[in-house]
Nanobody, 119 residues
Framework: QVQLVESGGDSVQAGGSLRLSCAAS??????MGWFRQAPGKEREGVAV???????LYADFVNGRFIISRDNAKNALYLQMNSLQPEDTAMYYC???????????????WGQGTQVTVSS
């Protein structure tokens, strides 16, 4: 059974940091990524990483976030620094078959973890 479980979301003040984690089970996918969805907005790609550690980031990341994975543990991480109120969203872990920031390219999704950044 394919399962993705996120953790690490929290409420922080602007300028703070958080580390999100995603535990995957039941499969191994070449590409794993983080997406986010703010209230009233479309879900958007944040970062994607391949099994050989190639990375792709959305422009808005602007060097603040780092995506990483531990293939031995089948785990995915997102280190988020210099968080801003506009980063407030539900963050989702996803697995897919291409290096892409488009949600349609990812077939497996977790339930999400909430990140709230206050000014």
């Amino acid at each position: 059974q394919v399962q993705l479980v996120e953790s690490g979301g929290d409420s922080v003040q602007a300028g703070g940091s958080l580390r999100l984690s995603c535990a995957a089970s039941g499969f191994t996918y070449a590409y794993m990524g983080w997406f986010r969805q703010a209230p009233g907005k479309e879900r958007e790609g944040v970062a994607v990483i391949s099994s050989v550690l190639n990375r792709l980031y959305a422009d808005f990341v602007n060097g603040r976030f780092i995506i990483s994975r531990d293939n031995a543990k089948n785990a995915l991480y997102l280190q988020m620094n210099s968080l801003q109120p506009e980063d407030t969203a539900m963050y989702y872990c996803a697995a897919g078959r291409v290096m892409s920031l488009r949600q349609g390219d990812f077939g497996y999704w977790g339930q999400g973890t909430q990140v709230t950044v206050s000014s």
